[in-house]
T-cell receptor, first 116, second 112 residues
């Protein structure tokens, strides 16, 4: 059973470009989360999605960031007009059910974004 | 707002000794507390978790204790080995939401 798959693992973008990060959840999981981790810091919640629905985006910056989880295909985290402060590791996670029901979330290997 | 405090930020122990990492959460309604281990450049991996209806849980050399009254939970690693060296994160679920609040991490170094 493959785990949470993320790509690309490493991405370099110039300031002002767009970054697209992809995540395929574990088989049988329909709940997807994105977390951001700045260097030497903890994990900050960004957004929680189910198929075709954004459930909680309270951790997403209001501008330039968007996320989707279409009916077919992976979840995508999109960052437009990237700035140096966007440089971070972006971790996707998935769960079988809602975490507030005690379902564990499992993390992917992360996508390391570097903005130059 | 919701908050999870984690101490210490760094911890060095001799191989074979025990290590204890402590977390405090703010929302008394939190009911699920996982612990993750993250090696350099890798993903966080779940190592143990505890639910609010249990006071202690053990899995081989790893144990977690929960004090709901004090809103504390702790990770205990016995007979530490060099491969235990990593950053450890505690987390607390936020009732009514779909997210965890993570602690700031503890960098554990096990000295051979």
């Amino acid at each position: 059973n493959a785990g949470v798959m993320q790509n690309p693992r490493h991405l370099v973008r110039r300031r002002g470009q767009e970054a697209r990060l992809r995540c395929s959840p574990m088989k049988g999981h329909s709940h997807v989360y994105w977390y951001r981790q700045l260097p030497e810091e903890g994990l900050k919640f960004m957004v929680y999605l189910q198929k075709e629905n954004i459930i909680d985006e309270s951790g997403m910056p209001k501008e330039r960031f968007s996320a989707e989880f279409p009916k077919e295909g992976p979840s995508i985290l999109r960052i437009q007009q990237v700035v140096r402060g966007d440089s971070a590791a972006y971790f996707c996670a998935s769960s079988q059910g809602q975490p507030n029901s005690g379902n564990t979330i499992y993390f992917g290997e992360g996508s390391w974004l570097t903005v130059v | 707002g919701e908050n999870v405090e984690q101490h210490p930020s760094t911890l060095s122990v001799q191989e074979g000794d025990s290590a204890v990492i402590k977390c405090t959460y703010s929302d008394s309604a939190s009911n699920y507390f996982p612990w993750y281990k993250q090696e350099l450049g890798k993903r966080p991996q779940l190592i143990i978790d505890i639910r609010s209806n249990v006071g202690e849980k053990k899995d081989q050399r790893i144990a977690v204790t929960l004090n709901k009254t004090a809103k504390h939970f702790s990770l205990h690693i016995t007979e530490t080995q060099p491969e235990d060296s990593a950053v450890y994160f505690c987390a607390a679920s936020i009732p009514g939401t779909y997210k965890y609040i993570f602690g700031t991490g503890t960098r554990l170094k096990v000295l051979a």
